[in-house]
Nanobody
Framework: QVDLVESGGGLVQTGGSLRLSCGTS????????MGWFRQAPGKEREFVAA????????NYADFVKGRFSISRDSAELTVNLQMNSLKPEDTAIYYC??????????????????WGQGTQVTVSS
């Protein structure tokens, strides 16, 4: 009944940029916060960025602050992740997620009930 689909991943050189987009199902996601997570080979999934239901509050992992920016378009039911100054260590599968959360627990994957299939981001050195 719900669906999340990521797009925009690809291969870029160090210092390059990518813009990821996540399309959400219609009314099912009304009032949901959105988050981006990533998982590199052999590592655990980690939090990247989150935005609350209204789009007025954003949060970022320390390792992406100043480089990545999350935004959402309520009219289009999409959430975006603009990634600049990419580094090889950013290489991972990036996942979009939707959930009901409050300030303070946005970083926990446990609060996200719905997940996309992931999109590969590869940054060459």
């Amino acid at each position: 009944q719900v669906d999340l689909v990521e797009s925009g991943g690809g291969l870029v050189q160090t210092g390059g940029s990518l813009r990821l987009s996540c399309g959400t199902s219609g009314r099912s996601y009304t009032g949901y916060g959105m988050g981006w997570f990533r998982q590199a080979p052999g590592k655990e999934r980690e939090f990247v960025a989150a935005i609350n239901w209204s789009g007025e509050r954003t949060n970022y992992a320390d390792f992406v602050k100043g480089r990545f920016s999350i935004s959402r378009d309520s009219a289009e039911l999409t959430v975006n992740l603009q990634m600049n100054s990419l580094k090889p260590e950013d290489t991972a599968i990036y996942y979009c997620a939707a959930g009901l959360f409050h300030a303070g627990n946005y970083y926990s994957s446990d609060v996200y009930a719905y997940w996309g299939q992931g999109t590969q981001v590869t940054v060459s050195s």
